[in-house]
């Protein structure tokens, strides 16, 4: 069948047998018996060989009106799908039946028809752009001024489409000549009496109020008063749309809004109220675009007692979110998760707090769904449905509503507090249990706002929060987790016997509740309490240990992945202190059980996988029982990983493309257990397991060529501790690694360079002069980094101690080059605590200066400033010092040394004063020294 291509003319008949047969098809397709559908599926591919099935496809869609509409919209989706698929290999003839078609019959009787129609073309639009079918616009453009409203809206919805999906294609000739015609054509619709009219001429316009539109600039008055006029049309999706322009008009056309701001917040305030929840949600959106703007605290504060009042009434739980968040099920531990609704998990990775290698962590530190802590209103999580059901959207009015007063709270602060603790506290009295919990949630939000002002309320607010965690409503109780997630670091001020160990045994409870709900709630906010609290903990672990290792027994696999997060933010937290035989006996068990229980290919491995590795960090030596098989199994997952890659690489179609977040979370553990073992233990694990000293180095020298750069960062990081540990291992490979390195020295990918960066110094550090054959590969670009502005600090540290550390092994080789990176080198290491990492660096300087002391005359002010930064430096390196001060001091002479140590701010002379004994000598000669060599110090760098 199907075997002609039809002519040029676009004059084309169907074969009335074949058409018969792919109308059968089309009725198969809809069948629910699986194996029906899979037969079908396979024999339209087979008939996508034939170009003239396209042309059957557009034909159901548009010519066969006596079919049902679900047949022929079927058929207009199955085009669209071999549109976005092959249309670059469709005979021009197809092309050209396809778009007469779409354009003759776009207003079509049956709404569904049209809206596939839309979909359609807006497909071909983008496949072959705007100007590649030049009839396109002008004719729907002409089909607006049909008597026919069919013909109208289907006209409008496939316009809207088209300015949706291609409106960047507008920015540019010769499609921007189109807008001089649509954006007045659109305002004018505007008035139109039917509602889905205007409500699309409306979405069109919105389309172009980002972007370097100057058309819509040249008609912005007449558009602004039309949304006026609109402000109380019947209809809520011209309303949605009324509100959606006003919130983008907000953020880049604010000075055109500002004559009738008064008269916008009275209208955006009323529709944040509309009966329609989704007009409400777009209504709100404006006060967090609001808040942004600078002139929001002089105009929005007189509304404040209306605003604050609303904002919360929109934040309580409506009748039909409890039903769909399965509010009154109270216990559900026992029901297991289903697969379906286990969230998809992902590994990335965050920088540091310190200098050295970046760190990889799970989904948020506190292994929510969000980028930061789980109770973020600003990111939707947190706020109670942080779980929510499919049919509940992620982002809705309650959640924006709690987003917009926390904004408001970092904006207004205090000021806030006499309208909206009155309320709050009338709500906390209620007999509803959805007004205590608004409440409680209000009061989660505005914690770090409000926080100076609400201090005087916390002790007596923190006990009723705990109190809260007994309520009988697991909404309540899961929110008020949260809330109290927020207050912990005033919490941790406060005598323990009052605040800490309530709060804690508190959440351990929780932890154990009968509802799942509760459960993933209280671990967040435990893990929250254990980033505050830190080593504070330590006295209360064998009772954490027991709750945490307990809760094994009750949680399903979603809250599991949690429980993962808490035990290894606990580690992260406490540290060494984890390190005793019944800590470990208590806790490795279950969670090497579940190590064992899970496939190389189960997601589930990769919050496990995070969890042990700062469980081996902290560990050390106790992780030694433990670390030949959980080394030996990630040395498995890389190499099954690169395996797959090698064969998908082959054969795309018949090999699935890996996951590398597998390789990720692999390389990271096995750099903890590195880490963590040391250099005493780990040899001999390398050396007696089956992950040998043969194939470790091929096998990371692969992955440190890896495209993904997230492989990269993770393998850089454990070269780096490979080198620290067992430098053996690394040693005679080095002609391989250090190009690697030097080619991953981009700063653009923060995370990669920093660890390549991070490595290199550690790798100077074993290699010591040996180091010199490799200097030139990266010096240039070390250099180039630290110089750079606008980069993150842990980055520009991290280059500054491995320009010092390379500095101290070869100072042959890098001191040419110190008047280049001093001065940046200085002030990026001046505020660093005293440790290992800033000792070798000082004295790579120290010995760069001692080779070439006129490298570093320009800026010795800085140097000057950066030694004062030490605290305790070793006897050693502050002799060092001193050498070095004393000789530039006899090399300047002493009345430029009086005229040079006069301008040092005071604290910085008192510094030098008290450790070195430099400065009062010179301060006594000061005024009988005049000589015309003299030393400017630059004003900037200086210790203020």
Request: glycine letters at 4%; a negative charge.
């Amino acid at each position: 069948m199907i075997e002609s291509i039809p002519s040029s003319n676009c004059i084309w008949e169907p074969n009335q047998s074949d058409l018969r047969q792919i109308l059968q098809l089309l009725q198969e397709s809809q069948s629910p018996n699986t194996e029906t559908q899979r037969k079908v599926q396979q024999k339209l591919e087979e008939l996508n060989h034939f170009a003239d099935f396209n042309n059957y496809l557009v034909y159901v869609l548009t010519q066969l009106t006596a079919e049902d509409e679900p047949t022929r919209s079927l058929s207009g989706l199955i085009l669209k799908n071999n549109v976005k698929n092959h249309f670059d290999s469709f005979p021009p003839e197809v092309k050209k039946f396809i778009k007469q078609e779409c354009l003759k019959c776009v207003g079509d009787r049956s709404p569904l028809i049209r809206a596939t129609i839309g979909i359609l073309i807006t497909t071909i639009s983008s496949k072959g752009s705007i100007v590649g079918w030049p009839e396109l616009v002008p004719t729907l453009l002409s089909l607006l001024d049909s008597e026919n409203i069919e013909t109208v809206e289907g006209s409008f919805g496939a316009l809207q489409k088209i300015c949706e999906d291609s409106y960047e294609a507008f920015e540019t000739e010769p499609a921007a000549q189109y807008l001089a015609v649509m954006i007045p054509k659109f305002i004018l619709f505007l008035k139109h009496p039917q509602a889905k009219v205007r409500s699309h001429s409306l979405a069109c316009v919105n389309q172009f109020i980002f972007g370097r539109f100057s058309t819509l600039g040249e008609h912005m008055e007449l558009f602004i008063e039309a949304l006026f006029a609109l402000s109380s049309d019947s209809d809520p999706e011209v309303r949605k749309n009324v509100c959606r322009a006003l919130v983008m008009l907000l953020e880049v056309r604010l000075e055109q809004l500002l004559p009738h701001m008064s008269q916008i917040i009275g209208y955006i305030l009323e529709r944040s109220l509309d009966k329609d929840e989704a007009v409400a949600l777009e209504a709100c959106e404006f006060w967090l675009t609001f808040a942004e703007q600078d002139i929001c605290r002089d105009i929005l504060r007189e509304f404040l007692p209306k605003l604050i009042p609303v904002l919360v009434q929109c934040m309580r739980y409506s009748e039909i979110d409890v039903i769909l968040l399965k509010g009154d099920l109270e216990e559900d531990q026992h029901i297991p998760d289903l697969e379906k609704d286990i969230k998809p998990r992902f590994h990335f990775s965050k920088m540091s707090n310190t200098s050295g290698k970046v760190t990889a962590c799970g989904d948020g530190a506190n292994g929510s769904d969000d980028d930061e802590d789980i109770g973020s209103p600003m990111l939707g999580g947190g706020l109670g449905d942080q779980d929510d059901e499919d049919t509940l959207s992620n982002w809705n009015l309650r959640k924006c509503s709690a987003a917009g007063l926390d904004v408001l709270s970092n904006v207004f602060h205090e000021d806030i507090l006499e309208t909206l603790l009155p309320i709050l506290t009338s709500k906390l009295q209620s007999e509803e249990w959805e007004e205590i919990e608004v409440a409680i949630l209000a009061l989660g939000a505005i914690a770090e706002g409000c926080m100076k002002g609400m201090i005087p309320h916390l002790p007596d607010l923190i006990p009723f929060l705990i109190q809260a965690l007994n309520s009988k409503k697991a909404l309540v109780r899961s929110i008020t987790c949260w809330t109290l997630s927020r207050y912990t670091q005033w919490v941790m001020q406060q005598p323990h016997d009052h605040c800490l160990q309530p709060l804690m045994s508190a959440l351990l409870r929780k932890i154990l509740d009968a509802n799942k709900r509760v459960q993933k709630a209280a671990c967040s906010a435990f893990a929250t309490l254990e980033e505050d609290a830190r080593t504070e903990l330590v006295p209360y672990l064998p009772f954490i240990l027991d709750t945490l290792v307990y809760a094994f027994k009750k949680y399903q696999a979603n809250n599991l992945l949690l429980l993962y997060d808490a035990i290894g933010t606990l580690a992260d937290a406490v540290g060494t202190h984890l390190n005793k035989p019944e800590f470990i006996e208590l806790l490795m068990p279950p969670l090497i059980e579940k190590w064992n229980a899970l496939r190389d290919d189960d997601k589930g491995l990769f919050p496990l996988l995070e969890c042990l590795s700062s469980v081996a960090t902290a560990l050390q030596a106790g992780f030694i029982p433990y670390a030949q098989p959980v080394f030996a199994r990630c040395k498995n997952l890389v190499e099954r990983n690169l395996q797959q890659e090698s064969m998908h690489r082959m054969d795309p179609s018949g090999a699935e493309e890996p996951d590398k977040d597998f390789m990720v979370v692999a390389i990271d553990l096995m750099s903890s257990v590195v880490e963590g073992l040391g250099g005493v233990n780990i040899g001999g694990l390398l050396d007696s397991s089956p992950t040998s000293t043969t194939d470790m180095m091929p096998l990371l020298l692969q992955c440190m060529r890896d495209v993904q750069p997230e492989v990269r960062q993770s393998s850089f990081a454990l070269l780096g501790d490979l080198t620290k540990a067992c430098f053996h291992i690394v040693q005679p490979h080095m002609d391989e690694v250090m190009p690697v390195l030097s080619e991953n020295l981009v700063p653009e990918l923060i995370s990669v360079c920093n660890n390549a960066t991070w490595a290199i110094g550690e790798i100077a550090m074993k290699m010591g002069s040996g180091m010199e054959p490799y200097v030139h590969l990266f010096l240039q670009q070390l250099i180039e980094i630290v110089n750079r502005s606008n980069i993150p600090k842990t980055l520009m540290e991290n280059t500054a101690i491995t320009l010092g550390r390379v500095g101290y092994v070869c100072p042959s080789a890098v001191s040419p080059q110190l008047h280049q990176f001093i001065r940046p080198w200085c002030t990026s290491l001046r505020n660093i605590r005293d440790n290992e990492e800033k000792d070798s660096a000082f004295r790579g300087i120290c010995a760069m200066i001692s080779v070439n002391p006129a490298g570093i005359l320009q800026d010795f002010i800085f140097f000057c400033d950066a030694i004062a930064s030490w605290a305790t430096p070793k006897q050693d390196l502050k002799q060092m010092f001193y050498m070095i001060l004393m000789g530039f001091k006899e090399q300047v002479g002493d009345a430029s040394w009086s005229k040079f140590v006069s301008q040092f701010p005071q604290l910085l002379k008192e510094r030098l004063e008290a450790h070195y004994g430099i400065i009062s000598s010179a301060q006594q000669q000061q005024n009988i020294l005049n000589q015309q060599q003299q030393i400017r110090p630059p004003a900037e760098g200086m210790n203020q």
